[in-house]
């Protein structure tokens, strides 16, 4: 069925409001964020909004859902790409680096968010976590001599770098976490994994 | 590029799809080992173990997780109200 040129319109203008929402998320903090920031900033009306969106809670939902995935496709694209740890290491900080504000506000923020918002905030770590139980069980599933448990592992590396970028403010304050770390990061990580499996 | 409709992963490659039959609208993860499609009572404990084994979640908490999420996608929807699990949490 073809599209009226109102309903391109109101799609139009739909998607204009969830990229400035995005944007102001990203610069002031998603639970700081008034509706009439993003209405100002898109330059439409208070009203336009909730014609959109049931409530700025629902809007909070759709947006993270929308850059959710974006993310999680992202890290998805480059980890295919991944034959070794330290390569999908760097992929996912790849991922996080083009999205870096918004991702901060989430790892600052996502359990104060409406309840969609923490799904897709779970999503975003499963393709991680896919991806990084693929390889690592490639690189070290029939060597793994560490006895530490997958899970551990993923969370110690999560652990890191939301860390890092949560405190984002004392280590980077330019506000390019990823950019400056992630060569530092992925080394001391992977030295730590292998010397642990060294000595035992 | 095509998502898989019942668990959302992308498929780029004929190695993501069952049996390698990019016809399919699943995933490998979601196919069985004859090609068939997982029921929803397989993928809903496949999702709630890979919660567990890859992020260490409570077993609960992967469990509601794992409903939630499933529930967005398209091969589960209306799933929910026939099998509105009491799911003993
Ligand atoms: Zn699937």
């Known amino acids: 069925m073809k599209k009226t040129v109102r309903e391109l319109q109101k799609e139009q203008t739909k998607e204009l409001l969830l990229k400035t929402a995005y944007e102001v998320f990203s610069k002031k903090g998603i639970m700081n964020t008034r509706v009439s920031d993003i209405a100002q900033a898109a330059g439409v009306s208070h009203g336009t909004i909730f014609v959109h969106f049931r409530s700025l809670e629902a809007m909070i939902e759709e947006v993270v859902a929308l850059y959710g995935q974006k993310i999680a496709m992202r890290t998805h694209v480059l980890a295919q790409s991944s034959g070794s740890l330290s390569d999908l290491l760097h992929a996912h900080l790849g991922g996080i680096m083009e999205f870096e504000p918004f991702y901060t506000r989430l790892v600052i923020e996502n359990r104060l968010l409406p309840p969609g918002a923490r799904d897709s905030w779970i999503s975003i770590q499963s393709a991680v976590s896919f991806h990084f139980s693929l390889v690592y069980e490639r690189e070290f599933g029939h060597n793994d001599r560490s006895g530490i448990l997958l899970h551990m592992l993923f969370n110690m590396w999560m652990g890191l770098v939301h860390y890092y970028l949560q405190n984002g403010d004392l280590f980077a304050p330019e506000g390019n976490v990823i950019g400056r770390y992630q060569d530092i990061l992925v080394d001391s990580y992977l030295k730590l994994l292998k010397g642990g499996r060294a000595e035992k | ?89």
């Open chain 2, 1 to 89: 590029m095509k998502l898989c409709i019942a668990c959302g992963m992308p498929m780029t490659k004929p190695a993501d799809y069952p049996l390698g039959d990019e016809s399919k609208d699943y995933c490998i993860y979601c196919a069985r080992p004859d090609g068939s499609m997982q029921s929803y009572p397989e993928k809903l404990e496949g999702t709630t173990d890979f919660l567990i084994r890859t992020q260490g979640l409570d077993r609960q908490a992967a469990h509601a997780a794992a409903i939630r999420t499933l529930a967005q996608l398209p091969a589960w929807q209306g799933i929910q109200k026939t099998m509105d699990t009491p799911s003993g949490d």
